[in-house]
């Protein structure tokens, strides 16, 4: 199939699933990784993060929806929109660090920048320049040319500071080591920082938003905090060291996602306080034993492991675990999720996500 004649057929799709969506008080999402989608369907993983070839772009993005909509039952939107990066955008580029990608797990690895306080000093906050935008937009002009403009595409940009919390690009500056040594033998090199992340994030897309026109006076911030984990500082530390830049982003926002794949019971009391929270991320290593805490209006977002619920449960062990996520997550918008999909065969996901569904559509999902 050519890419004018997948276009097609994705858009056709589009249409007759936007015919049969609905909303509920549960949505259940599945969530490949991309290094999944690139070996299931045979796509160079290096030069879509490269993101030079904007017509393997959009070939990817568009066989991934065909796949979605084709092979896996979940809510999510139909949605015919491509991106000009069709991957991650690395966390420290903004910055200034180069980065390498490490195929064999998908992670970024950067030197650190920061490792005194004479290097924070020399640090130079990141700032979003004209050249940023005509890049971003010549690549938006070639993929809407490679896709004949039937579809909408976004402008993305490589030195985007993304969704990345402060306390996780500070670990990518400075070494996560080092933030945790601080703590203890440097707490106002830590605060520096800090303040310097948050104020440069803000500046960023303060002159972001002036460059390309956006006037929203308030933004939509994700908090991506994979090293904010109680297992790696206590909540005294957190609310010493991180709370104060979270509220001050918050403060800023429409609306606030926070996010860590690692273990942040400990803070859940002080993350349900943050000002305009509208989604908490709750990740297998959390578990949902203070779901109870979240304000009624903020969604929770419950996530089954992808190992252990999904390839390794057996039907019995996976329906009870849904069953008790949703006697959990009662009286809430629960959003119910399988991410960061890497090794998950094809037709184990979607006979466990098929399974999913049955389950959701008898307790409440419909």
Request: contains cysteine.
């Amino acid at each position: 199939m050519n890419l004018t004649s997948l276009t097609k057929e994705v858009k056709t799709l589009c249409e007759q699933r936007k015919a049969l969506h609905h909303k509920s008080l549960i949505s259940f999402y599945v969530k490949m990784d991309p290094v999944w989608w690139a070996n299931t369907l045979g796509f160079p993983y290096q030069e879509l993060v490269r993101a030079e070839d904007m017509r393997l772009a959009a070939e990817f993005q568009l066989k991934c929806k065909y796949y979605k909509m084709t092979q896996i039952d979940d809510d999510e939107p139909p949605d015919l929109s491509l991106a000009t990066i069709p991957t991650y955008i690395p966390v420290i580029t903004p910055f200034g660090a180069p980065y390498e990608h490490v195929f064999k797990n998908g992670s970024y690895h950067a030197s650190a920048m920061v490792n005194c306080a004479k290097d924070l000093n020399d640090l130079m906050p990141p700032i979003f320049t004209q050249k940023d935008l005509k890049k971003a937009n010549q690549k938006k002009r070639e993929m809407e040319a490679e896709v004949e403009n039937e579809v909408s595409v976004t402008a993305c940009y490589p030195r985007e500071i993304g969704w990345f919390g402060p306390f996780s690009l500070a670990c990518g500056l400075c070494g996560m080591n080092n933030m945790l040594e601080w703590m203890i033998t440097d707490p106002e090199l830590v605060h520096r920082v800090m303040r310097f992340i948050t104020e440069s994030t803000l500046g960023y897309y303060r002159h972001k938003a002036e460059l390309t026109g956006s006037r929203r006076d308030r933004l939509s911030f994700s908090f991506a905090e994979d090293e904010v984990s109680g297992t790696l500082f206590s909540r005294s530390q957190y609310q010493e060291f991180i709370l104060p830049y979270h509220r001050m982003l918050a403060e800023t926002a429409a609306n606030v996602y926070f996010h860590s794949c690692a273990d942040i019971s400990n803070f859940i009391e002080d993350l349900v306080t943050l000002p305009n929270l509208s989604r908490l991320h709750f990740s297998p290593s959390t578990g949902l034993a203070k779901a109870k805490l979240v304000p009624k209006e903020v969604m929770i977002e419950a996530h089954l492991d992808p190992v252990r619920d999904i390839e390794q449960a057996d039907d019995r062990t996976l329906t009870e675990k849904v069953r008790d996520i949703i006697r959990r997550c009662r009286g809430h918008k629960l959003d119910l999720r399988i991410s960061s999909i890497m090794s998950c065969s094809p037709e184990t996901l979607k006979k466990r996500s098929k399974l999913i569904r049955e389950i959701l559509n008898l307790n409440g999902g419909d």
